[in-house]
């Protein structure tokens, strides 16, 4: 973000080489307009001569196809006595051939058949044995869960444990991210204001060079997170039916679920959960926000 000191320098440079830029306009606009006038005398002249070629193209190009036609319909017909011919030789052996394929296929079927009965009595015997086996193998892990449940057990009230201590530890993270959060963003607004300031002052300068007229430049009005977040008969509204939601939740809800309900912003829903806190009218539990 530029500071204060190097939006005045940009400006003083901008001014500075103002007349420099009207007149380098000027004559990029002299320059422009006699390149394009010879570029549309090139045009023309290039278009007289394609027209040209294009018409005795056009006509070439009827010669060629007319021939090319009357030679294909000749090599077709020819083609086609050909055909005629060959099929008639072939149809005999074709229909042996066809005879041939339909005993083969019969005779495909009936081994078909026979496999697939021969593989429905072994699918059965193999279901039978599976199903034993899978009994036998339940039977032992029944078992072996007996033996293992209290040790597992014992090993989930130690992961609980670890998991609230880390949800507290990262609830204090998260707290102090917030607050170097908040003073960057402090920091930031009063950086961006003062660029603001010098870019109007250079807006005004600008304009004034061009208009041959002082203009007065108007300060730079920040607001605050306060005045942002005004009450407004909206926000109002979506305050109350957000506490609705939370009663109709007695077992809480997390900020996330609240966002994606209500489509608003992360911080707008933050600011309405804090008011309602306030207010005696919800509490936070951990991550988990009920209606008291």
Known sequence: MPTREEMRSLAEEIVGSYADRVAGIAELRE????????????????????????????????????????????????????????????RPALAEEDRKRQAEAREFIGELCQAVAEGKATVKTLLNEFDSAYQAMSQ?????????????K??????????????????????????????LLGDFGEMQAAAREEWQILSATM????????????????????????????????????????ANHPDGTRLVELEQEFGVA??????????????????????LYLAI
């Open 207 to 246: 304009l004034a060079q061009r208009m041959g007229a002082a203009v007065e430049v108007e300060p730079v009005i920040e607001k605050t997170v306060e005045e942002a977040t005004e009450i407004t008969p909206e926000t109002a509204a979506l305050s109350d039916r957000v506490f609705e939601y939370l």
């Open 266 to 287: 992360r911080i707008q829903m933050a600011r309405l959960l804090k008011d309602l806190m306030d207010e005696n009218k919800v509490k936070k539990q951990e991550l």
């Open 31 to 90: 320059t422009v307009k006699m390149d394009l006038k010879g570029f549309q005398d090139s045009r023309t002249a290039m278009a007289k001569e394609l027209h040209a070629d294009l018409a005795k193209s056009v006509s070439d190009m009827k010669v060629a196809v007319s021939t090319q036609l009357k030679e294909l319909d000749a090599s077709h017909t020819a083609m086609s006595r050909e055909l005629k011919t060959d099929l008639a030789k072939v």
């Open 140 to 152: 032992e892990l029944k078992a072996d869960l007996g033996k293992i449940c209290p040790a597992l």
């Open 154 to 183: 014992e090993e989930d009230r130690k992961r609980q444990s670890e998991a609230r201590q880390f949800k507290g530890e990262l609830a204090k993270a998260v707290a102090e991210g917030k607050a170097a959060t908040h003073a």
